[in-house]
Every structure is written in C-alpha cells, then in structure tokens.
C-alpha cells in the first residue's frame, strides 16, 4: 500500500515516531491498529465489565465510604448567582 499524505503531516509522524524510538513504518501502523479500533470495537465502560448487581454493590459501597459528618452546602452556595457570578 502507498500513501501520499501532506509534508507536515510526514514530519510530524516522523517527530512522534523518532520521540517513541521506533520507525516511521512502526509507528504509522500502529497509529492506523489504534483508530481502526476505535471504530471496531466500541470502548469499554464498567457496566460492560460487571454484572448489574456488582455496579449496585460498588456503588452503594462508594458512597457509603463517605463520612457522613461532612456538613451540607446551604442552598446560597449552590445557587446559580454563587456559581456563576457574572451571568447575573
């Protein structure tokens, strides 16, 4: 296969291979493996990895690692004037 791509596109490929020690030939099939997988196979998320009722159970132990002394935020502090001042 060939292909033609723009000079600055070659040298920045050329750059990114020499920082990673490896050839341009390297690189750029690498580079191409890494988007082709992105279209390939979707990415992974936590609820592909466990089953829905670990999700409920790490999550539940999540929250309640939390110390539930903290005191709340008044109402004032999470308004939308105190949090974004200048679009009064």
């Not at 988007?35 to 990415?43: G, K, Q, T």
């Not at 999550?59 to 009064?88: G, M, V």
């Amino acid at each position: 296969m060939t292909l033609t791509i723009p000079p600055e596109v070659e040298a920045k490929a050329k750059q990114q291979a020499f920082l990673a020690g490896v050839s341009i030939e390297d690189w750029l099939q690498h580079a191409v493996e890494r988007e082709l997988e992105r279209y390939v196979s979707p990415p992974r998320s936590l609820q592909d990895e466990v089953s829905p009722e670990e999700w409920v159970r790490q999550f539940r132990e999540c929250a309640q690692s939390h110390d539930r002394t903290t005191p709340l935020l008044s109402d004032d502090a999470i308004s939308r004037e105190s949090i974004y001042p200048d679009r009064i």
